[in-house]
């Protein structure tokens, strides 16, 4: 099992950026894939990014549109998410997932159901 602590959510102006943080911990937490997700008010939690284990290999949105990077330190295995020119449809928590997969790539965890493990979430909330 693994345990997943996101931080780094804040309140932030239309245009500014964030970093987000997620530390994985536990059996075998190194080898697993991480993502983010992210939930408003009223809609279904959707798919940011996702990193395989050993950080080499990412996917993202459609929708960012190249604002957000996705980036692992494989030696703390924490995930990151900086998120740039924030705009006030990214109000969401942003929930940190991981998963184990033997082949990253044909696995594309970009759904859900695809993610086994969840943090609890890290609020962020863009004004205009």
């Known amino acids: 099992q693994v345990e997943l602590v996101e931080s780094g959510g804040g309140l932030v102006q239309a245009g500014g950026s964030l970093s987000l943080s997620c530390v994985a911990s536990?059996?075998?937490?190194?080898?697993?894939?991480m993502g983010w997700f992210r939930q408003s008010t009223g809609k279904e939690r959707e798919f940011v990014a996702a990193i395989k284990w050993n950080g080499q290999v990412t996917y993202y949105g459609d929708s960012l549109k190249g604002r957000f990077t996705i980036s692992k330190d494989v030696n703390t295995n924490t995930a990151y998410l900086q998120m740039n020119n924030l705009m006030s449809e990214d109000t969401a928590v942003y929930y940190c997932a991981a998963n184990f997969y033997r082949d990253f790539v044909k696995a594309r965890p970009t759904m859900v159901r695809g993610m086994d493990h969840w943090g609890k979430g890290t609020l962020v909330t863009v004004s205009s």
């Open positions: 536990g059996h075998s937490a190194e080898r697993y894939a």
